[in-house]
């Protein structure tokens, strides 16, 4: 649910619409209790991908990511 919230809260903030395609042709959605946890997590797998490609497509990145760098520096920066 969480991630569906984060997608529409970033097109009613940006405007701009994210095509989930992948994720609505699961069939799935949070609400769906009676599926099974396999499905789920693949419906949210996918979504996430989804999101995250927009994003990286649409806009630059603002902060780059850097593996060697301790999550501590980057939480205090």
Same mark, same amino acid.
């Given at each position: ?6 997608? =529409? !809260? !970033?097109?009613?903030?940006?405007? $701009? $619409?994210?095509?989930?395609?992948? !994720? $609505? @042709?699961?069939? #799935? +959605?949070?609400?769906?209790?009676? =599926? /099974? %946890?396999? @499905?789920?997590? %693949? &419906? ?11 994003? *990286?497509? %649409?806009? /630059?990145?603002?902060?780059? !990511? *850097?593996?060697? &760098?301790? +999550?501590?520096?980057? &939480? #205090?920066?």
């Amino acid at each position: 649910m969480l991630l569906v919230h984060v997608k =529409k !809260y !970033y097109e009613n903030t940006i405007g $701009d $619409d994210i095509l989930t395609g992948r !994720y $609505d @042709s699961l069939l #799935i +959605s949070p609400v769906h209790i009676h =599926k /099974n %946890k396999i @499905s789920h997590k %693949k &419906a949210i797998l996918t979504l996430g991908e989804e999101i995250v490609q927009h994003i *990286r497509e %649409k806009h /630059n990145p603002l902060i780059g !990511y *850097r593996p060697e &760098a301790h +999550s501590e520096r980057v &939480a #205090i920066k």
